[in-house]
Each structure stands twice: as C-alpha cells, then as structure tokens.
C-alpha cells in the first residue's frame, strides 16, 4: 500500500514538472498557474503558448487568454429574445451559441493584465475584468449600436425611394449585423416604417429580395454541345416585374452535370445578365440554372461579419430564380455540287461521304438551310491536266483531275469559318470524260476529303 502510495505521488511529480516545464533553479510559478482565482467581482482569462511555437509565442498566449476571459462571461438567452423565439420553433442550428460566444471574444474591452510567467520554455499572461465595467461598456455599446441601426434602417428608406434599391439592401444588412450580437437578448426598438426587432427587419431583407424576377430576353435560349466557344446566355433582372436591377452579384448553379458554366456573375447597368457557358454535352433536353442573389460578395467591402451574414440567413430564404434554355443538337445543312468536266454528275458520289462524317447526337443534318445553324458548301468538280493530250497522243489515255472546294459558313452571322481547297486526285481513262469518273472513284479521294472535313468539323464542334 506505502509502495503504491509513493508511486503515485512520485508520478504527480513529474506530470507536474511536464505540465509547467519548469527549468531547474527557477522560482516557483505563481499562484494563479496552480489554482484558478475565483473573484466574485472580475472575470479571468489565463492563458500560455510554447516558446518553440515561434516569435509570435507572446501574441497567441495574450489571445488564449482573451478566450478564456470570453469563456468566463456566461451567455444567457432570455426568455423574450429573438434567439429564444427561434430555437423553439426549429428554426435555427446548434452552434448559434458558440457565434455568440466568438462575438463576445471580438468586442472584449476594459480588460487588464494582472500578471506574466516565463520559465524559459513557456510564457504565461493573466487578465482581469470588471465585471461591474463590463456590464456598463456592454450597455452603453449595446444602445449605440441599437441607435445606429435605426439611422442605418431610416436611410435605407431613402434610398428605396429613391431607386437605390442595392443601396438600400446593404444598409439592412449592416444593421442586422451590427444588432446580430444581441439576438440572446431581449431587443426592441424603434425604427422607421414600424420597424420594431430583428425578425421585422429581416422580413423586410425577405421582402425585397423576393422583389426579384429573371425575364428571358430571347423566346428560346438555345445552346449547342461542344461548341469550340459560346455566347453567354442573356436574360434580365427586374425588381416587381418592371425596374431593372443593376451591378448586383448572383451565384449561378446547374443540377446537370452535363452542362458546365461559370459559377458567378453580376448584372450590367441595364439590368441584364449573361450566364457563360463553358461546355455541353448533347441533351437535346430543356435545362435550367439556378441564380441565387449573392449577398457575401454584395457585402464584401462592408464591415459585415461573414458570420452576420450566416446568421441571417437562418432568418431568410434567398429566391431561386430559374434560367431555362434548350440544349439541342447542332443543326447542318449541306449543299454538295458535283460536276465532271463541269457537267452535273448525278451519280453523287461525295455527297453521302460527307454526310457519313456528321452522324451522331451533337449534329443533326437538315433538309433545307433555313433550319440550319450552319451551312457546309462542296463544290467538286473535274478538270482536264495540262499532261492530258501528251498522255493521249503516245499512249492513248487521257489524264483528269479532281478538285474539291470545301467551306463552313455560320449562318447566324453569316461568318465563313473554314475554307479549304482540294486538288491533287488524279485518274486516267481513255476519254476525258472517263477519266473524270475515274478520279471520283480514287481511294486518295477519301483519305484527302477525311482529312478536310476532319478540319471542318473541329470548327463546328469539339470533343
């Protein structure tokens, strides 16, 4: 039992020494290392950092104690407060609690430092705070923060008045992050247009974000898959269906993952808005994008906290404005002309060669090219070589060669795209004219036409 007892006191000993790392022939540490203060009058923050931590050791001891200080000053949530209120209708997450608590650590004053502690290896700070002081800076805060608030609600008015309706917006939000620390507490005031708590003032944020509506500026959006580019999509933001909403930021989201865009825009000064798409696969579907106002960014050079803002939107549903458009196939028109000797040949031989490279999901072929996006023009035709009645004369055979002009024209804009020309298929005959119907039974015609709609094709869509 005696040897039982030693060990355990031995083993004291030495988590004791561990804990403080003590340097052998220093004094003993001060009291308040060993045993907490408990003063009826002051809160206490102790706290310590490693010396090995760096040169910053002093700093991140001063700011665990400050969080303990913060720790010390207990968060009660009456009975008439907005939080209240919430929680008990299920409205509102678990960690509300510990926002409240950093928010107090954020806006600590009136503390002093009673003491410090340095045994080589460790640094130690100990603060105090009256609480009678604290109680009186907490309330003399706490009524210019409230009247603060109102004069930021009362402009708010104004600017709605006067159009302004961003303006407006972020000066609501500021108030309700600057009386968002006092959601544990009962809170009432006075603003204009009877705006009397918080849960007013975020009804009204409510209210004037839902004001928002997204007109599409076309009948039918459409876009094509594997566009090499696109043009945005354009659409326009309007408040109460009739004013356009200017310079505001939006987060874009698609449920498809077939669709690729960028994630954030802002609208121009006459209220539209265009969604950049990045890429498409083939849907032949109508497809929709989710714009969400985006208030972070709205806010970003404001003194509002991020964790404001969090808070509010526990209060708010932002509207989801919704973006539709048609994902459809890329619609080809192909004019192919073939001539030998520049006579029709109706045979029509590279016609269907052609039209065997643009079979699949991403491009339609039409029948006219009014319903096409695009339009492919072949002119091929036949032409006697200059070698021809060399040829004819000592071996009776005649020499004919084969050209082929090949071009891609967008007819939305009437743009020519690709333009390329194919000359050098060669056949013999014993008439010009076989030779001719010869060059369009050339293996080379296929391998060089391949090559030439491979380039075509890389203009109209890419993988």
């Not at 040169?55 to 407060?81: G, P, R, T």
């Not at 490279?357 to 491009?363: A, Q, Y």
């Not at 200059?386 to 007819?411: C, E, H, M, P």
Request: charged share 20%.
């Amino acid at each position: 039992m005696k040897k039982n007892v030693f060990i355990h006191i031995v083993l004291l000993l030495l988590i004791s020494q561990a804990h403080f790392s003590q340097v052998p022939n220093e004094p003993l540490p001060p009291s308040w290392i060993n045993k907490r203060p408990l003063i009826n009058s002051r809160f206490v923050g102790i706290g310590f950092c490693d010396k090995s931590s760096g040169n910053n050791y002093q700093n991140e001891a001063k700011k665990n104690a400050l969080f303990d200080l913060a720790s010390e000053i207990k968060v009660d949530i009456s009975s008439n407060s907005i939080l209240y209120t919430v929680q008990n209708n299920n409205q509102f997450n678990e960690n509300f609690n510990s926002l409240i608590k950093l928010s107090s650590n954020d806006n600590l004053e009136g503390y002093k430092l009673v003491d410090t502690y340095d045994n080589g290896k460790q640094y130690w700070v100990y603060y105090e705070l009256d609480k009678q002081e604290y109680g009186n800076r907490k309330a003399t805060k706490k009524q210019l923060n409230i009247e603060k608030a109102i004069n930021l609600i009362a402009l708010s008015f104004n600017d709605e008045k006067e159009g302004n309706f961003t303006g407006s917006l972020k000066k609501r939000i500021q108030s309700f992050g600057i009386l968002s620390p006092y959601l544990n507490e009962e809170l009432k005031f006075e603003a204009a247009n009877n705006v009397r708590n918080i849960f007013d003032l975020s009804n009204l944020i409510q209210k004037q974000l839902q004001s928002i509506s997204l007109v599409a500026k076309t009948k039918n959006a459409i876009i094509k898959p594997y566009q090499p580019s696109y043009k945005p999509l354009s659409y326009q933001l309007l408040l109460n269906n009739k004013t356009p909403l200017i310079d505001f930021p939006f987060i874009i989201n698609s449920d498809n993952e077939d669709v690729k865009i960028k994630e954030s825009t802002l609208s121009n000064a006459q209220g539209d808005i265009e969604i950049a798409v990045d890429y498409v696969k083939p849907l032949n579907q109508t497809v929709y994008f989710i714009l969400n106002p985006d208030i972070y960014k709205l806010m970003n050079s404001d003194s509002v906290s991020k964790n404001a803002i969090t808070i509010l939107k526990k209060f708010i549903e932002t509207p989801q404005l919704k973006a539709f458009a048609e994902v459809s196939s890329v619609k080809v028109f192909i004019n192919c002309v073939e001539k030998n000797l520049n006579k029709l040949n109706n045979q029509k031989i590279v016609a269907p060669l052609i039209s065997s490279r643009f079979n699949g999901n991403e491009v339609k072929l039409v029948e006219t090219k009014a319903q096409a996006d695009f339009l492919i023009d072949i002119d091929v035709n036949t032409m006697k070589d200059i070698s021809s009645d060399v040829l004819n004369a000592n071996y009776g055979v005649q020499l004919s060669f084969l050209k082929i002009k090949l071009s891609l024209r967008n007819l939305s804009t009437n743009e020519l795209i690709y333009d390329s020309e194919i000359s050098d298929i060669y056949a013999y005959g014993n008439s010009i004219e076989t030779a001719g119907l010869n060059a369009y039974q050339s293996d080379k015609l296929k391998t060089k036409l391949n090559e030439g709609l491979f380039f075509l094709k890389r203009k109209l869509i890419v993988y």
